[in-house]
């Protein structure tokens, strides 16, 4: 069955890069994406990749795919105090809506 | 605006009192699911619903219920609410092309059943 597996915390300073990681067991995922949620709010995407590709980059956002491994990563540049909050990861088949996510990871950046 | 709305934003209730929270999208999307989020569970899918008139159980279906009369509206019901469904609820939606489609989140409904 479907599994995403993600650390539950990680602790950074301010101007540090942050790396989250994520696992997941089904080899037929498609798209594997991440969500941010902020304290008191519902989830953002930040960012999804489709299992073609090893990398991709969005500003201070990379990420990164190991098919192999079923590993994908999220490594956020020069981190902000606005930038603490939990991240999904998901996971998701071709042609279809249905996610399925992580627990979350909280992420704490300090000044 | 495009956005997913939630109806109350917080409630308080008591055992065994029906309750009804609303869920309405206004991005014509076909997809629309609800999720509970519990603390070192993360988000566990209840039930999601394809488009009108089609629904189906998530991965913790039991003890709820849900209709999906009108494209836009996805409301979940809890006939006989107990204290195990204290939880934060999200709704979502989306475009059923399933092709990297984002999910948009409403703001959750944070649920205390005493």
């Known amino acids: 069955g479907e599994d995403v597996e993600q650390s539950l915390f990680l602790s950074v300073r301010e101007g540090d890069s942050s790396v989250i990681n994520c696992t997941y067991t089904d080899s037929s995922s498609t798209y594997l994406y991440w969500y941010k949620q902020e304290p008191g709010a519902g989830l953002q995407l930040l960012t999804y990749?489709?299992?073609?590709?090893d990398m991709k980059q969005d500003q201070r956002l990379t990420v990164l795919l190991n098919k192999k491994d079923k590993h994908l990563s999220l490594r956020i540049a020069d981190t902000q105090t606005g930038d603490s909050a939990i991240y999904f990861c998901a996971e998701s088949l071709s042609g279809y809506s249905t996610l399925t996510f992580g627990k979350g990871t909280m992420l704490l950046v300090s000044p | 605006e495009a956005q997913v709305t939630q109806n109350p934003r917080y409630l308080i209730t008591v055992t065994g009192k029906k309750l009804t929270v609303t869920c309405s999208q206004n991005m014509n999307h076909e997809y629309m699911s609800w999720y509970r989020q519990d603390p070192g569970l993360g988000l566990r899918q209840i039930y999601y619903s394809m488009n009108v008139e089609v629904t189906d159980k998530g991965d913790v279906p039991e003890g709820y219920k849900v209709s999906r009369k009108e494209k836009r509206n996805f409301p979940l019901i809890l006939e006989s609410p107990s204290p195990n469904q204290t939880s934060l609820y999200f709704c979502?939606?989306?475009?059923?092309?399933?092709?990297?489609?984002?999910?948009?989140f409403g703001p959750g409904t944070r649920l205390t059943v005493l």
């Open positions: 979502a939606s989306s475009t059923n092309r399933g092709n990297g489609n984002e999910q948009f």
């Open positions: 990749i489709f299992s073609n590709m």
